[in-house]
């Protein structure tokens, strides 16, 4: 199901909207019922989820999807390394509060606190998430969570923004709790990395991502909502994310050796297992002389003055 005649924009509200690209919802269905066990049918509206590209601020969102519910949540939190105890843009956010020297810091889709754990007693915490498992974990860790009316000097939402349907006003809800001079940094998938670009990876997909960020869709978003960007922040490429990418394009090839069948399958099939061997030994040698962005894209910004 595509955007109808009053589809929108999710950060600018604009109509002029581009089909971008389209997949077949048994697809995604599929996918997450192989990988997690989990039924999506419930958040997916028709035949196929198509991917719309805003013509004026460069957004992508996904149009045929609802984002997860809690109970979807609440099976992803079960899967082993869904909430990641440290993230590269952690130790860049880490940096910003040290120069910044905020007297209170919010975690916005904090997960388990990972990231609030590393600040210990050092700094006013608190945390907040949708998940109500996460939930119960930060009080029994004794971190404080969130209420209405808290305001805060510096803001971190790690890879949390691309999960909700209205992106807009999410990013709103945590620029009225940024006190004065307060800082907001936002990581996100960066959809020009060259793993977005290639690796099929279904956490991409709604339920679970609803938009697609890059550069140009975090400047436009920044202006339209009121922002100042002061610095961008690229993670370096992973090697997990590196070799997904070999085996992505090795398959790739192989499966062009294999289409005539036969003893070409069998040999292809061989070179595969061959070549992934050789990645886990040659690749972590290899990814320092790799030049392109990793998974991740971030932004620390200020409230236009």
């Not at 079960?78 to 810091?105: H, L, N, R, W």
């Not at 990013?171 to 006190?179: A, F, G, H, P, R």
């Not at 040999?267 to 990793?294: E, N, Q």
């Not at 932004?299 to 003055?305: A, G």
Request: hydrophobic content about 35%; some cysteine.
């Amino acid at each position: 199901m595509s955007c109808n005649k009053n589809c929108e924009c999710v950060i600018c509200g604009s109509k002029k909207l581009i089909e971008y690209d389209r997949v077949p919802s048994g697809v995604i269905s599929h996918e997450y019922k192989k990988r997690y066990g989990i039924d999506i049918e419930k958040f997916i509206d028709g035949e196929y989820i198509s991917m719309m590209r805003c013509a004026e601020c460069d957004i992508c969102f996904y149009a045929g999807a609802k984002c997860g519910d809690d109970v979807f949540y609440e099976a992803m939190y079960t899967q082993k390394g869904f909430y990641e105890k440290s993230k590269p843009e952690f130790d860049f956010a880490i940096d910003k509060i040290v120069q910044a020297s905020p007297g209170s810091i919010l975690d916005v889709g904090c997960g388990t606190g990972a990231f609030l754990k590393k600040l210990g007693q050092s700094f006013d915490i608190a945390g907040l998430d949708k998940n109500p498992l996460a939930l119960a974990v930060l009080e029994r860790e004794g971190i404080k969570i969130d209420r209405d009316e808290d305001k805060y000097d510096f803001i971190v939402s790690f890879q949390t923004v691309e999960h909700v349907e209205s992106p807009r006003d999410f990013i709103l809800y945590m620029k009225k709790k940024l006190n004065p001079e307060g800082l907001l940094f936002l990581s996100v998938p960066n959809r020009d990395s060259v793993y977005c670009r290639e690796v099929f990876d279904i956490h991409n997909f709604p339920p679970h991502h609803m938009t697609l960020w890059n550069k140009s869709s975090i400047e436009n978003m920044a202006g339209i909502l009121g922002f100042d960007i002061v610095e961008f922040y690229f993670e370096p490429l992973r090697l997990v994310h590196y070799q997904a990418v070999l085996n992505t394009r090795r398959e790739s090839l192989m499966r062009s050796m294999s289409s005539s069948g036969g003893i070409r399958t069998l040999v292809s099939r061989g070179l595969m297992v061959a070549g992934r061997m050789l990645d886990r030994m040659l690749a972590p040698y290899f990814i320092d002389k790799v030049s392109c962005h990793g998974h991740t894209i971030g932004v620390l910004m200020k409230v236009r003055s």
